[in-house]
């Protein structure tokens, strides 16, 4: 009672069960992050459209006013501060609207197929190696416990009976 009484045929049939569990849990993670992703991008479209909304009220009132004013005084250096309105209002009509997030995504995929030097962080990459040697650098740093199963190399595989 207690032994283990499996045959190698059984082992691979677990083996292989264990290894579509996995890979169904991996699946489901990923698609959960892509829907995460998704409604995270969402979110981030409705409010950028609805801050054009309010944006977009904002300049036609700035306009009628500035023109107003401009065409009373006879003075066109008033209608100076619609160029930058009407910048930022072209933008983020193209950023809601249009095809900037295309383009964004374009230029995305091209730095990280020809200019990936360009996109790690400063120092390269962490290891677990450097991290363990910054960790224990630290003064009040626990120590590995190298003796502890966890940490063998060799652990012991239960016997197989056939």
Not at 48 to 71: K, N
């Amino acid at each position: 009672m207690g032994q283990w009484n499996s045959t190698p045929s059984e082992i691979d049939e677990d083996e292989t069960f264990i290894m579509y569990k996995e890979q169904l849990q991996q699946e489901r993670m990923m698609e959960l992050q892509n829907q995460l992703l998704e409604q995270r991008n969402a979110m981030e479209i409705a409010w950028s459209r609805e801050f054009v909304r309010y944006y977009g009220a904002f300049c036609a009132v700035s306009t009628v006013g500035l023109c107003v004013g401009a065409f009373q005084r006879r003075r066109l250096v008033l209608l100076a501060p619609l160029v930058p309105l009407s910048c930022v209002l072209t933008y983020q009509l193209d950023q809601v609207y249009g095809t900037l997030r295309g383009r964004v995504r374009e230029e995305a995929k091209r730095l990280m197929g020809s200019e990936r030097a360009k996109l790690g962080p400063p120092g390269g990459h962490l290891t677990f190696q450097a991290l363990e040697e910054i960790r224990q650098a630290r003064p009040n740093a626990l120590p590995i416990l190298h003796d502890h199963p966890l940490f063998r190399k060799n652990l012991p595989t239960p016997p197989l009976d056939a």
